[in-house]
C-alpha cells in the first residue's frame, strides 16, 4: 500500500482566519500528520518565529516550489538533513544583526543544525510593502544583491538550503500593523517575505525561507493570540532554520529517479481554506483525478475564490475537525456516506 499523502495550504497574506498569523496553522498540521502518511505543508504554516513543531513525516516546501511540484515540474526528495546557509540584508544595524548570528548559534549548540554559513549582502535589499483590502506583497530594490549573495554561498560553500533575513520597514504605527497583533486584518510582511522566497527558489531550484529583521515592538496586553509568537524575542529565524534544515531537496523530471522520490501524482488529498482555491497549485491538482480536495468553510479569507467559481470538484467542510475525518476515512478506504444513517440505494448507469 502506497502512502497516503496529504498536502495543507494556506495561502499567505489573505487574511486567513487560521493560518493568517504566526504559525497559528502548526495545530491544524500536527493534526493532519498524525492521520497521513506524508504531509506536505509550506512556511507560512509551520513557522511560528521562535516556535515550530517537529514532524518527521512533515515536508517543509516553499511557495513557489510547492506551486511547481502541483504542476507536475518538479518532484520532492527527502532528506535526513540540509546544509544552511544564512543571508543578511546589508541594511540590518549591528545590533539586531548579532542577534540573528546569535540564533543560529544557538541552533547549531542545541538543535545540531547545520548552519555554518552567513553571508551579507553588497547593498541594502530595499524591502517596500504593499498591500491592499484583501492582500499584502512588496517589492525588492535590489533583486541582484540577493541573488549575487545566494549564488556565492551556493558554488563557494555547497550550501543546500538558504535562511533570508531581510531588514522590514519598522511601521509600529500603522493601523493594518494594529489590526493584525490584535487579530484581524492581514499579515502587512507575508506578500512581501513570498516574494524573496519565490525568486530564489525560481533561480536556483534549492529551498528557501525568510525571515524578517524588525525592531521589537512595545508591549500591549490587547495582543492576540494567534499574534503572540511574534511577540517573543527579536528575531523570527529559529523556526525558519528547523524547517529548512530537513527540508526536501527539488528535482526535475530530468534527473535520476530514487526511491523515495514524491511527484504529484502521489498526493491523494489537499486541504484549502473554502474561499482561497485560485491559487496555482490548487488549479495544478485540480486536474490530477485521485486527488481530492478539502475545502474549509471555517477558515475565513479576505479572497472570495470558490471552488464551485473555478469548476473544482470539492468535498466542502465546515471545520478542520470534520476535514480530518475525511481523511481518516479516506485513508482506511471507507467510503464517508457509509458513515451516515442513511445511505442512498446503489444506481443504475
Known sequence: MRPYTVVLIVPTGIGAAIGGYAGDALPVARAIATVADRLITHPNVLNGAQLYWPMANTLYV?????????????????????????????AIEPELKLRHLQAVDASRATLGLDATDYIVTDAPLQVELRGSDSASWGTIGNPDSLLRAAETLIE??????????????????????????????????AG???????????????????????LPLPPDPDISPRAAAEELGYTFLPCVLAGLSRAPQFIVSSDKPQPGDIWADQVDAIVIPATAAGGSAVLSFSQIQTAQIIAVRENATKLQVTPEDLGIKADLVNSYLEALGLLVARRAGISPAALSPSISPVARV
Not at 67 to 86: E, S, T
Not at 193 to 212: G, K, W, Y
Open 62 to 90: 516553499e511557495g513557489y516550489g510547492l506551486d511547481k511540484f502541483a504542476a507536475g515540474c518538479w518532484g520532492l526528495r527527502p532528506v535526513h538533513q540540509n546544509r544552511v546557509g544564512l543571508i543578511l540584508d546589508a
Open 156 to 189: 563557494k560553500r555547497k550550501i543546500e538550503a538558504i535562511a533570508v533575513v531581510a531588514r522590514f520597514p519598522d511601521d509600529t504605527d500603522s493601523i493594518e500593523l494594529q489590526q493584525y497583533r490584535h487579530g484581524s486584518g492581514i499579515d502587512p510582511i
Open 192 to 214: 512581501a517575505e513570498a516574494v524573496i522566497s519565490h525568486l530564489l527558489v525560481r533561480t536556483f531550484q534549492i529551498p528557501v525561507a525568510h525571515a524578517p529583521a524588525l
